[in-house]
């Protein structure tokens, strides 16, 4: 290993190769099934021919231009992405954290127009929103922000699924004006609200005249079993960030608007000399339509439910297991301990998982996993939980 990369990743002792739809190959060319597609960037599995068609081609004609100029195949996205989203207009940049500075951008300059000089995001516990010094100041982290202050002003903090506590922010912090909230907490260990949190949240931002403002950029692009994961609770957002799936690995970012918040950004407010490139939109373009083609949103949901289910039969009422969630295929097992060395022990048997929030196993398999390789995870995840919550148990059987 070089010693000339910063060392900021704690990085397992594995290199991959090549991949073909959940299947990943080592440098070994030992055989991995994928149940976590680069942290839900990989939706269409790997080297999707789609894809790699439409880059290919790209590749080959013109990767990058400049937002000096008109970028058809930026607007062909912009088109696509605001008809599926239900949106008016579409920032592009090359990051998750990208959108949400972008968002938090747009709620102040739209707050400063309508004379809010000390504009204030509300923004939850335990979130995730990027690694920028304001996306990172948004996360509710403490860990993640220590060392890095003076953090960004202009954040107010609260628990998530409380939307009485949104009330309480709204009677005290009067110059509240947008609200950044994930539909299902990712990072924060796959934390689904109550049902109703979101259109609670959706009638008090009306009401207070703030702007709704979803990161999507884990559950978005079909991950929960619908395209955007705030579509279950039948809401509409003024400002929505996209990133990880929309380019199934090719950088990009999305920060979507509707209504008076789509007018805000004019010339000169924003930009990214990326962002938007004809490259990364012809892989968002390719990734919209597959989806939509193939209805891989729909079949997340199916899948979604059937391994929660095996997960419930496989896991409830072990001592230890302290709830098994999710939606789609954003799946997570909540443990009483920390768990992290079952990342290693899955990789060993050739399974890629994650664990995240310190006690909480993550599953984000490619959409286009089939009913045996959704089995397969199960079997192999309630296994290794099982052995690792009662070594015993296992050493006997
Ligand atoms: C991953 C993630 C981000 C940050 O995205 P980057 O591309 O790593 O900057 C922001 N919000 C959520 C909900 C995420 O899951």
Wanted: hydrophobic share 45%; aromatic share 4%; net charge negative.
């Amino acid at each position: 290993m070089t010693d000339h990369l910063m060392a900021n990743y704690a990085r397992l002792p594995v290199a991959f190769t090549r991949g073909e739809g959940a299947w990943l190959w080592d440098s070994n060319d030992k055989r991995y099934l994928d149940a976590l597609s680069g942290i839900a960037v990989c939706g269409l599995g790997h080297a999707h021919p789609a894809v790699r068609d439409a880059l290919c081609e790209q590749a080959g004609t013109l990767i990058h231009t400049s937002n000096l100029y008109r970028i058809p195949a930026q607007e062909a996205l912009g088109d696509r992405l605001c008809a599926s989203a239900g949106m008016d207009r579409v920032f592009f940049c090359n990051s998750g954290a990208e959108a949400n500075e972008a968002a938090i951008k747009l709620a102040r300059l739209h707050a400063h127009r309508n004379g809010i000089d000390k504009p204030e995001v509300l923004v939850m516990d335990n979130s995730f929103h990027g690694r920028t010094l304001a996306t990172l100041t948004a996360t509710g982290n403490r860990k993640a922000q220590a060392g890095f202050e003076p953090l960004v002003h202009g954040f107010v903090r609260i628990p998530y699924d409380d939307l009485a506590a949104v009330e309480t922010a709204a009677t005290n912090r009067p110059n509240i004006v947008a609200v950044l909230v994930e539909p299902i907490q990712g990072e924060g260990g796959v934390v689904v609200p109550s049902n109703g949190y979101l259109a609670g949240l959706q009638e008090q931002c009306r009401r207070h005249g703030w702007l709704l403002m979803l990161d999507e950029i884990q559950t978005g692009m079909g991950r929960t079993g619908a395209l955007f994961g705030h579509v279950h609770e039948g809401i509409a957002a003024d400002v929505m960030t996209l990133a990880k799936g929309l380019g199934n690995g090719v950088p990009i970012g999305a920060c979507m608007a509707r209504g008076a918040a789509a007018e805000v950004l004019g010339p000169g407010t924003h930009g990214s000399t990326f962002g938007g490139n004809p490259l990364a939109c012809r892989a968002g373009c390719a990734v919209l339509e597959v989806l939509e083609k193939e209805h891989l949103p729909e079949r997340a949901g199916v899948l979604g439910s059937r391994m929660l289910d095996a997960f419930h039969h496989a896991l409830d009422g072990i001592a230890g297991v302290l709830q098994v969630r999710g939606r789609g295929l954003m799946i997570g097992i909540e443990l009483d301990r920390p768990c992290a060395e079952l990342v290693a022990r899955a990789l060993d048997q050739g399974l890629l998982i994650n664990v995240t929030a310190e006690r909480v196993v993550r599953l984000l398999p490619p959409l286009i996993i089939d009913d045996q390789q959704a089995d397969c995870i199960v079997d192999a995840v309630s296994r290794l939980i099982r052995s690792f919550l009662a070594p015993r148990h296992q050493d006997a059987g």
